[in-house]
């Protein structure tokens, strides 16, 4: 037997669901990959956690972007952190192009709702 309806199939009991665009994961990569998807594709969003536990929000603290936030903070500081953290195996341009654009992207993320650890003066926690 078989039944639909606009977002499904159903064929002996098992659903079947066909979407444009399908995401692995519900961490702060994948939400933001689905809003960039826009309104026009049909989005699904898989994740084995709630979106709000993804590690993402379970980093808490893990958060790198050079905010200003702290003393000697920078993006250069930010590429060099990675470079050295990768045991100088990081491809350094494109830790440049991350720490660059880490920044607006935090903003971003902050001005979609996501919730940040804040200093005592309201500024977004960030660890150096």
Same mark, same amino acid.
């Given at each position: 037997?078989?039944?639909?309806?606009?977002? @499904? +199939?159903?064929? /002996?009991?098992? =659903? =079947? =669901?066909?979407?444009?665009?399908?995401?692995?994961?519900?961490?702060? *990569?994948?939400?933001?990959?689905?809003?960039?998807?826009?309104?026009?594709?049909?989005?699904?969003?898989? @994740?084995?956690?709630?979106?709000?536990? @993804?590690?993402?929000?379970? *980093?808490?603290?893990?958060?790198? *972007? *050079?905010?200003? /936030?702290?003393?000697?903070? @920078?993006?250069?500081? =930010?590429?060099?952190?990675? +470079?050295?953290?990768?045991?100088?195996?990081?491809?350094?341009?494109?830790?440049?192009?991350?720490?660059?654009?880490?920044?607006?992207?935090?903003?971003?993320?902050? /001005?979609?709702?996501?919730?940040? /650890?804040?200093?005592?003066?309201?500024?977004?926690?960030?660890?150096?």
């Amino acid at each position: 037997m078989t039944t639909e309806t606009q977002d @499904s +199939v159903v064929k /002996n009991g098992v =659903h =079947h =669901h066909q979407f444009d665009i399908v995401i692995v994961g519900a961490g702060g *990569a994948g939400m933001r990959a689905a809003i960039e998807a826009g309104p026009g594709a049909k989005t699904a969003v898989i @994740s084995k956690l709630y979106p709000t536990r @993804s590690h993402t929000g379970a *980093a808490q603290g893990g958060m790198a *972007a *050079a905010l200003a /936030n702290v003393e000697e903070d @920078s993006w250069e500081w =930010h590429t060099f952190d990675t +470079v050295k953290g990768g045991d100088y195996l990081v491809d350094q341009d494109a830790a440049e192009i991350l720490a660059k654009e880490a920044i607006d992207a935090v903003i971003d993320l902050e /001005n979609m709702g996501l919730p940040f /650890n804040r200093t005592p003066e309201g500024k977004i926690d960030q660890r150096r």
